[in-house]
């Protein structure tokens, strides 16, 4: 049972271009999540896709945007990169919350990205 | 939003110790998990523990939801058990809100 998969390992940018990340979800898991985690900290919530849409956003800038494909794969794309997005991009997926009747489930996370801007 | 605090910050134990990593959160939470991160980053999972009591292994852990607070104990430990313990919860709005973690040092 493959868990949850991120590509690339590494990546370098130089600011103000742009990256796309990706990630495809534990098998049975249709959620995913998004973080970033910077040197030293915990990782911070991003935003949440569920069913192609964006279901729930943390406080990041609209450079950060994302997609959520048939497959329940997804894709985090940040604009106008910054020396300040440098850090390790975590993808996690968890079952449906769709209507949990506030249940919650366990999220599982993908190695990550760890992505460098010059 | 939530906030979730972890003590200490850092721990150093010689390899046979045992420990106990603390969780304390400021609202009530319908998931609570804990994760150990390895040196590459890799987020691994530990425990789902939203209340009650969990073990597996040397490892076991304790959240008491009335008290907003979670415990993770560690038995004779290893030089493996190093790296940095993450607490994690979700306050019925989907995402995790993580603390700053426990760095654990276990010395041979």
């Known amino acids: 049972d493959a868990g949850v998969t991120q590509s690339p390992t590494h990546l370098i940018k130089t600011r103000g271009q742009q990256v796309t990340l990706r990630c495809s979800p534990k098998s049975g898991h249709d959620t995913v999540s998004w973080y970033q985690q910077a040197l030293g900290q915990g990782p911070q919530f991003i935003f949440q896709y569920y069913e192609e849409e964006e279901r729930q956003r943390g406080n990041f800038p609209d450079r950060f945007s994302g997609h959520q494909f048939p497959n329940y794969s997804s894709e985090l794309n940040v604009n106008a990169l910054l020396l300040g997005d440098s850090a390790l991009y975590l993808c996690?997926?968890?079952?449906?919350?769709?209507?949990?009747?506030?249940?919650?489930?366990?999220?599982?996370f993908g190695p990550g990205t760890r992505l460098t801007v010059t | 939003g939530i906030q979730v605090e972890q003590s200490p910050p850092d721990l150093i134990l010689q390899e046979g110790a045992n420990s106990t990593l603390r969780c304390n959160f400021s609202d009530s939470v319908n998931n609570l998990q804990w994760f150990h991160q390895n040196p590459w980053g890799q987020l691994i999972n530990l425990f789902y523990?939203?209340?009650g009591t969990k073990q597996n292994g040397r490892l076991s852990a304790t959240t008491v939801a009335t008290e907003r607070y979670s415990l993770l104990y560690i038995s004779s430990s290893q030089t493996t058990d190093s790296g940095v313990y993450f607490c994690?919860?979700?306050?019925?709005?989907?995402?995790?809100?993580f603390g700053a973690g426990t760095t654990v040092t276990v010395r041979a």
């Open positions: 996690a997926s968890s079952p449906t919350m769709g209507d949990r009747g506030g249940d919650s489930y366990e999220q599982y």
């Open positions: 523990i939203p209340s």
């Open positions: 994690a919860v979700e306050r019925y709005d989907y995402k995790l809100s």
